[in-house]
């Protein structure tokens, strides 16, 4: 199965990326949920993390300052070294 992911900054010259492996069990990863400051996010997230914690899963929140700009930097170096795989909330 091949599966197509469109960056949407610049749709006329698309990069190729691999897919980041998937980790082998939610029990005992650190899951990260990053909330991107949309309405409801929360609320979706606060779903997701009960479930996470279910499976065995360590849940650690994050919220970017605007949803309408990039995740900063050190906020998006903290995830990537803490966490084993991270869920972003979009919702309206």
Same mark, same amino acid.
């Given at each position: 199965?091949?599966?197509?992911? %469109? @960056?949407? +900054?610049?749709e006329? !010259?698309p990069? =190729? ?10 029990? &005992? *990863?650190?899951? &990260? ?7 409801? &996010?929360?609320? /979706?997230? @606060? +779903?997701?993390?009960? %479930? %996470?914690?279910?499976? &065995? *899963? ?7 300052? !605007? /949803? +309408? ?7 998006? =170096?903290?995830?990537? +070294?803490?966490? @084993? *795989?991270?869920?972003?909330? %979009?919702?309206?």
């Open positions: 199965m091949t599966t197509s992911v %469109l @960056d949407p +900054t610049n006329q !010259t990069e =190729h990326r691999e897919r980041a492996q998937r980790i082998s069990s939610l029990q &005992g *990863a650190t899951i &990260g949920l990053l909330d991107i400051s949309k309405p409801r &996010g929360d609320v /979706f997230l @606060d +779903t997701i993390q009960s %479930l %996470l914690e279910k499976k &065995g *899963a360590t849940v650690l929140r994050y919220i970017k300052p !605007t /949803f +309408t700009k990039p995740a900063p930097v050190d906020l998006r =170096h903290e995830i990537s +070294t803490t966490c @084993d *795989a991270v869920i972003e909330a %979009l919702a309206d």
